[in-house]
């Protein structure tokens, strides 16, 4: 019987003893040199220690817990960080900074300043590769294997990928191309879902075993080379191997990518995994390892609920139930899975896509109420676009609901699929601006520049949680391809109307006016316009449209204003201001312009308004922009 972890089913609170990791964070080399009692002992330390510490700050959860005895045996085995390891997205890496002397930094991490919440090279020297999107590990590894080969260095590189990440396309264009090139890399499959195939029990170890020996290795591939000239034996072998390891494994389709495929094995047996590693590491070529794992492992409600402890925020006091507290406003992704379900009743055409994204882009409702009318992809965004491509080509409506950041992903699609055949797709852009903890790799700040370049496109900025319902029904009214980028978070509390109205494409909403400058908004930085506008005696208009703009009233706002100022959670490079600038320049009219948009700088994690001001986007910038001669994009104060 495997180990395994003590269980747990409350938060720790208070800071447990942990003397194995005391030891560990001041010399790594402590780790390499501990018994298999003592890796056990390590690894209930660093659950604990997680635990405690993530309770403190919110933070990345279920994932973490899920690769302790991974973590703890790769740093084990290998010689890090001279050995590499490239971790995949990197929700999962917790325990890998606890054991790489950031421990005590933890308590620091996804906040302003702290460690980041993903692998990030400039953070430390064992985080090899910088991530936060999906499916890169296999390719990154690969590359670091073969300039490891071409130097005439003895390093080992593992790559560490879910089950989730691996069904991305770049993991399988990455897995052929290892399979032709056969580099010495580890492929380690971390499979928390059982979503790749299942075989557990004593033969299928045994086997594991047997399959990870360097004699196996040396039998079979002499074997090849001794009966491929005897092709009547050569075909029997080959086909009795075959059928001995489907028996116990579900590997078949790695083995004819050309891995040397081992597993499935327990990966919260550390004695066993320590062995496997050892073994699996020496070998050449390609080879996969198999592992099964529980997210939130050792930590029961974690184990109970993995979607619901993916990522936690900080541990609070219980609260004063005698005092009245108000209504939270709704968060922007509800508003949308709400207008979604509220459209799919009156429309049978409306058919709703994500790429793995249903209880983050709230559409757990829709998929419940219109399960037919629902797909998850899965982490395919290429595929979600174009799928949707050929459902409006035949006469569906859907509505793709992805986050900006990801949405990058599939840029492709969207131009050539999409937009190129003018098809009636509607882009639910969710998390459009700054996201917040996850830092660059999440913002999604470059979405009125990719988008706006692109012909038959129309593109949608609400400022708030109704503007938002009404834009996405107008969208969707729309036959072509059109974008509503919403932001991260609760809306501004704004009454939201049942009732679903079209406005107008491209019209804009004075909502104050004044004199000399004007300030033109697009999306959720309204409230500080509005107290911007208010300080400046200036004019203040909703802008409500990216692509196509107001430009009527663009043309009596220049005319009439000495000033023009315009705000938005975008790269200032080819945003929604410079689509004002374009438009004026081009119709000859002569105004002074200042953006308040993100500089050409990347905004590393923190809070959302701690982002904003590292940005610039504040009413006291706008006001700056207005009065001073000074560059707004000064205001940037980098975070790291």
């Known amino acids: 019987m495997g180990y395994h972890p003590d269980m747990t089913t409350t938060f720790p609170t208070v800071k ?13 080399g402590v780790l390499r040199s501990l018994d298999e009692d003592d890796l056990q002992a390590l690894a209930n330390e660093v659950r604990q220690y997680m635990l405690f510490s993530v309770s403190q700050t919110g933070g990345h959860f279920g994932a973490g817990l899920g690769v302790v005895e991974l973590s703890i045996a790769l740093h084990h085995v290998l010689n890090t960080p001279e050995d590499r390891i490239v971790w995949d997205v990197g929700h999962q890496t917790y325990p890998h900074k606890i054991l790489t002397g950031r421990m005590e930094r933890l308590a620091t991490i996804r906040q302003a300043g702290g460690l980041s919440g993903f692998p990030k090279r400039s953070e430390s020297s064992f985080d090899t590769f910088g991530v936060g999107h999906s499916s890169t590990s296999i390719s990154a590894a690969m590359g670091m294997a073969i300039a490891a080969h071409r130097q005439g260095l003895d390093r080992k590189v593992v790559a560490v990928i879910g089950d989730g990440a691996i069904t991305g396309g770049m993991a399988f264009e990455a897995l052929a191309h290892a399979g032709h090139v056969r580099p010495n890399m580890l492929v380690i499959l971390n499979d928390n879902q059982m979503s790749i195939g299942h075989n557990t029990g004593g033969l299928a170890t045994y086997f594991a075993k047997i399959w990870a020996s360097p004699t196996y290795i040396a039998l079979r591939e ?21 059928q001995m390891k489907s028996l116990v494994a579900p590997g078949m389709l790695f083995e004819e990518l050309g891995f040397n495929y081992v597993g499935p094995l327990d990966g919260h047996d550390l004695p066993q995994l320590v062995q496997t590693l050892e073994a699996m590491i020496e070998l050449k070529g390609p080879q996969l390892l198999h592992i099964r794992t529980v997210k939130g492992k050792g930590f029961s409600p974690a184990e109970s609920d993995p979607v619901g402890y993916h990522a936690i925020n900080k541990i609070e006091a219980s609260p004063d139930t005698t005092v009245s507290k108000k209504p939270s406003p709704p968060k922007y992704q509800d508003v949308f899975g709400r207008w979604l379900c509220d459209t799919a009743a009156i429309d049978s055409r409306l058919i709703g896509i994500t790429p793995a994204m249903c209880e983050g882009s709230g559409m757990v409702r829709f998929s419940h109420e219109y399960p037919d009318r629902y797909h998850d992809v899965a982490i395919a965004e290429q595929h979600a676009v174009t799928l949707a491509a050929g459902m409006a080509c035949d006469g569906l409506k859907p509505v793709v609901a992805i986050y900006s950041t990801f949405l990058q992903r599939a840029y492709d699609q969207l131009i050539h699929d999409v937009a190129l055949q003018n098809l009636d797709v509607t882009f639910a852009i969710d998390r459009g601006g700054l996201v917040g903890q996850d830092g660059a790799t999440h913002h999604g700040v470059y979405d009125l520049s990719y988008l706006r370049c692109i012909p038959n496109m129309i593109i949608a900025c609400p400022s708030n949680e109704n503007e938002c319902r009404q834009l ?3 969208a969707y009214q729309h036959e072509g391809p059109a974008a509503i980028r919403y932001p991260r978070g609760a809306g501004t509390g704004a009454l939201i109307e049942d009732e679903m109205t079209a406005l107008p494409v491209g019209q804009a909403v004075t909502l104050r006016t004044g004199h000399n400058v004007a300030i ?5 930085l309204l409230e500080e316009a509005e107290v911007a506008a208010r300080a400046l005696k200036a004019t203040l208009v909703d802008m409500r449209w990216a692509k196509p703009l107001d430009e009527t009233l663009l043309l009596q706002i220049a005319k009439s204003h000495d000033r023009l100022i315009t705000v938005e959670e975008n790269a200032l490079a080819g945003g929604a201001g410079s689509a004002v600038a374009e438009f004026l320049s081009g119709a000859n009219i002569d105004v002074e312009i200042r953006h308040i948009a993100i500089p050409d700088a990347f905004i590393h994690h923190g809070s959302q308004t701690e982002n904003r001001k590292a940005a610039g986007l504040t009413s006291d910038t706008i006001i700056e922009a207005a009065t001073l001669t000074t560059a707004p994009a000064e205001a940037l104060t980098k975070l790291v």
């Open 16 to 28: 447990p003893v942990t003397p194995l990791l005391a030891q560990i964070n001041a010399d790594l």
């Open 222 to 242: 002499g074997s090849k080379r001794i009966l491929e000239h005897v092709r009547t034996a050569w075909d029997f072998a080959k086909k009795t191997e075959e």
């Open 520 to 524: 033109l908004n697009f999306g959720v």
């Open 472 to 474: 996405l029904y107008t």
